[in-house]
């Protein structure tokens, strides 16, 4: 097998998501928080990847395209909402953004 | 065969199902004709089996037919079945003859009244029902019939739905029977139990059950049997039963839905004669249940419910017959008191419909010359009633006392004696009745309506109006017509039975329920002239007291307690009705208003509180949300990771 091990890409997965989700937790605007869950999609994408190749099976792989999808789709609709905000200039803050609150 | 059968059965329920659906697409005359006509080729259908079945030889005249399987469950199957052997098929011809007759009479009757139509698809229901009762094949549509008579009953008691008596006498009625349906099912259920199937008992199956199963079984069915056929002591609601139409009251309650009670002892007798102690029971209520009714029918003022009580009266009869096993004579004096009480109901609704809905007999009298053709037939049925022979109530009824000579013993001289007694009660009633109505002066309210009943008339309590067709001044033709028949059966019905000489009747129950008691032609005479002669006693007082125009029962104390019909309904208000009715207010009291209606508004507040603390937790905070996701699978994974 070529490459690293696939404890590698692991790891690298890992830190892609505890990156994403810190930003996620962390950023206010919309826009990096979006991001932010791209990076997280991506890392997860990484290591079904990569135990698709550990284990010689396409499940994964398969997997990591839905995921590309699903991700396209969310991408869609959060910066649709994003435009739709700044349109209507209202602040580019998810800790202002509270109307659903109970 | 069987095909008659199955017509006869399901003629009237299509009569039902054709005037309910239609609706008001008919007219009213059609609904009756509908009616009519079916309940009669319900009658043609009974008749072609009875013919064949006449054919057979004794043996062979028990068919069970199957039209389908209805219930299956493992091995126990119920099928929609019907039995046809000669006690059914007596039935089946009293149901649909005299039922089409009464039917018939009904046309002219209710003629005008309003929802005629609706009294038509129940009186159509109420033939099928009593087909179902006296035809189901096993002991399920037994009692599909039984519920089904009891509701056509409840409709029809409370059909002038507009009084407030009608309705609470239907209610009372669904109640009183609603006890005995129940112990009757209970019966049922055990019977079921022990002998895994539905169908009827046989020597085999009944002989096989212990004795305290046999007890038990049989004391359900007689529950059932006393509530139906209202006996002692659960007969009150037979006489206020009568606030329903008189048809229905000479169909429902004293021709054949009462009498039910009697055809279910001899349908099971094969159980009751594995309880010989319930089997005597029932003989004793029906001795107690003559002499109880006959007393209270002696003061009674409204027209039918003497008739009503009479009606017990008679039904105590076929139970003491019933129970003593003379099974024979409990079904032909079932007949005959199907062809002379029905007579006697019908004559009496003649005169309701003449005199406007007038019941009460004080108001009555010398009716004799106004309307001579009721007169005739009303005549020829009180006779009957009182067993004058040669008419058919003295066949049946003298049968039944020689049958209780012949048991002989404590028990079958001690009924012997209530029965003999009821003998001297019937004559008593009966002619204290008929010469109130029909003798002496003619009354006002005669006066009144003794001339101009030709143009039609408000008709009374009965909310209806007046008539047109009146060939004769008594009532229309199609009231007349079965009147006329009815007379002529009471008068020769029976004659199927002539002790020694002339017995068919017998025979062709015998081959079903082969009797327990036999009386000798000897006894069967010498009590006949005993009972008659009694019977002729009771005539004579009733003249005597009505000639110096007093009561038969004048003495104060026991008049009241007789007018009070003997304080049963005052007793089972005491014991039943207000404790209940006390338990209930306690409860509402001290349990509903406090707890349960008090606990409604502390509920909806609590529940409104969790749901304010609940929604704090939805701070709308995007960021919130994340970080509380991302603990939680943190955490997750901490205890995933620490469990393995």
Known sequence: MLGPDVTWYLAISAVLFAIGATGVVLRRSPLIVLLSLEIMLNASNLAFVGFSRHFGTVDGQIFALCVMAVAAAEVCVGLGMIVAFSRRRMALDVDTLTELHG | MIAGAWLCLLAPLAGALLITLAGTRISRAAAAWISTGSVFLGFAG?????IRVLGESPEDRTHLSTAY???????????????????????????????????????????????????FAYMALFVFAMLMLVMGGNLLLLLVGWGLVGLASYLLIGFYHERPEAVAAAKKAFLMNAIGDATMALGFFLLIAKTGTLAFPTEASAGALSSSTANLVALGLLGGAIAKSAQLPLHTWLPDAMEGPTPVSALIHAATM???????????????????????LSAVLGGITIVVAGVIALVQWDIKRVIAYSTMSQIGYMFLAAGLGAYGYAMFHLMTHA?????????????????????????????????????????????????????????SKDGIIASSFAEGGVLG???????LLGALLTGAYTFRLYFLVFHGPPSDLVLEHAGGHGSGHAHGTEGAEGHGEH???????????????????????????????????????DSVAEPLVTATPGQDYATSVLAVSIGGIGIWLAWRA???????????????????????????????????????????????????QGSLPEIGAGVEDAADGTARLQSGLLRSYALVVAASVAVLVVVFVAVR
Do not use: C
């Open chain 2, 413 to 419: 001289y001690s009924l012997f004696a209530l029965a």
């Open chain 2, 46 to 50: 009974a008749v072609d089996a009875f």
């Open chain 2, 258 to 280: 009462v009498t039910a009670g009697v055809y279910l002892i001899v349908r099971t007798h094969l159980i009751f004669q594995a309880a010989p102690d319930v089997q005597h």
């Open chain 2, 546 to 596: 009505f000639v110096a125009g007093r009561e038969l029962v004048a003495t104060g104390g026991i008049r009241t307690a007789l007018e009070h019909k003997l304080y049963f309904d005052e007793l089972y208000d005491a014991v039943f009705s207000r404790p209940a009715q006390l338990v209930a207010n306690l409860l509402r009291e001290r349990v509903e208003e406090p707890v349960v």
């Open chain 2, 339 to 395: 062809f002379f009480k029905a007579l006697l109901f019908l004559s009496a609704g003649v005169i309701i419909h003449h005199l406007a809905g007038e019941q009460d007999i004080r108001k009555m009298g010398g009716l004799r010359k106004v309307m001579p053709f009721t007169h005739a037939a009303f005549l020829v049925g009180a006779l009957a009633l009182a067993g004058i022979p040669p008419l058919s109530g003295f066949w």
């Open chain 2, 69 to 119: 399987t209805w219930v299956t469950a493992g091995s126990f199957k119920v099928s929609m079945q019907i039995l046809v052997d000669p006690v059914s098929l007596t039935m089946m011809l009293i149901v649909t003859g005299v039922g089409g007759l009464i039917v018939w009479y009904s046309m002219g009757y209710m003629k005008g009244e309003d929802e005629e139509r609706r009294y």
């Open chain 2, 471 to 509: 060939a004769h001044g008594e009532g229309p033709l199609s009231m007349l017509i079965p009147v006329g028949i009815l007379t002529v059966l009471a008068a020769i019905g029976g004659l199927l039975v002539i002790p020694g000489v002339w017995e068919p009747f017998l025979t062709w129950i």
